[in-house]
């Protein structure tokens, strides 16, 4: 990524989508581990310009940053691990990276004391009511923003994902990803949905944000029996059985399975080390797929380029 050009922009006057971004303060919580069914505390705390999204394991002293080339698994979640000690991981932090994403927060150290996010109530909108909570401030500093310049398609089956082009930035335009996905489960009470979205504080926040995530009640049983999704309950996922949907209230809205896909592309697309400019359109994706499409894209030069504005409009 080093090797890209990096483009100057006019300053517009009108660029606040620019600046780097942090939080105002630290804040933190306690839940559970959806797999590891461990007591979590999590800490998300300010950094300064150009920290990015870093994790640290308090209980092993050891760092990770949020990207995709640290990602190492994709089973039911995705997990980044330091690359010097694998054994070093936190797992299922798509929803913490689509809030901090969809917030536009740029830098955050966050802190925590096992090897799984804590899954709250399964969907994002916990992270952004506690990212709300802390605020946020501008730092004097350009944010990265990654333009995608020609399609990048991944496939497995019949599932696909894609980046496409929205046109190079003009002088004015805040950069933004716009993205339409649709799904396809053979239980009825999910089969086919889609969902789309602008990505933006007050969409995602609003559109999308309180979708939870889901599964089968046989896939929840071989979990378990397998030692995983010790800590999910009806309190933080949807269950279906056939044509049922097992928790008593039901669904948040009506399309809550294609929206919940949707946060977890938010989360996995935000480890693309930048604020991405373009469209995702995807069947049927998941977390291997997301990581895929952001691996292909990076390893085209010619499919992306870093745009940067003027880092004069720091002083402006």
């Known amino acids: ?42 800490t998300i705390r300010p950094a300064g310009a150009d920290h990015g999204i870093v994790f640290r394991r308090t209980d092993l002293g050891r760092e990770i940053r949020a990207h995709f080339d640290n990602v190492i698994d994709t089973h039911m979640c995705t997990v980044l691990a330091d690359p010097a000690m694998q ?11 689509a809030a901090l994403s969809a917030l536009a927060i740029d830098n955050a150290l966050i802190e925590v004391d096992g090897p799984e996010i804590p899954i709250l109530d399964g969907s994002a909108a916990p992270f952004v009511f506690l990212l709300d909570c802390a605020g946020s401030v501008e730092l004097d500093a350009v944010r990265r923003v990654i333009e995608i310049r020609r399609t990048i398609r991944v496939t497995a089956g019949e599932a696909w994902a894609e980046l496409r082009p929205l046109g190079p930035l003009a002088r004015s335009t805040e950069p933004v990803l716009e993205m339409d ?12 949905q889609s969902a789309s979205l602008r990505l933006a504080p007050d969409s995602f926040r609003h559109d999308i944000a309180a979708a939870r995530t889901f599964a089968h009640i046989t896939e929840v049983e071989q979990l378990q029996s397998a030692g ?44 693309a080390g930048g604020t991405l400019h373009g469209r995702f359109v995807a069947h049927r994706p998941g977390h291997a797929l997301n990581n895929r499409l952001l691996r292909a894209l990076f390893a085209d030069a010619a499919a992306w380029r870093v745009v940067a504005n003027d880092p004069l409009i720091a002083a402006a």
């Open 1 to 42: 990524m080093d090797g890209s050009a990096i483009l100057p922009l006019a300053h517009s006057g009108a660029a606040c989508g620019w600046r780097q971004r942090t939080l105002k303060t630290a804040i933190d919580c306690v839940g559970v581990g959806l797999h590891s069914g461990r007591r979590v505390n999590l």
């Open 181 to 192: 996905l649709s799904i396809d489960f053979a239980a009825s009470a999910i089969g086919r």
């Open 87 to 97: 054994s070093a991981r936190v797992g299922t932090v798509e929803h913490l990276m």
């Open 228 to 271: 995983l999704a010790r800590g999910g309950s009806l309190n933080n996922a949807v269950v279906v059985d056939g044509a049922n949907i097992l928790n008593p209230g039901g669904l948040r809205m009506e399309n809550e399975f294609a929206s919940h896909k949707l946060v977890d592309a938010v989360g996995d697309l935000a480890l």
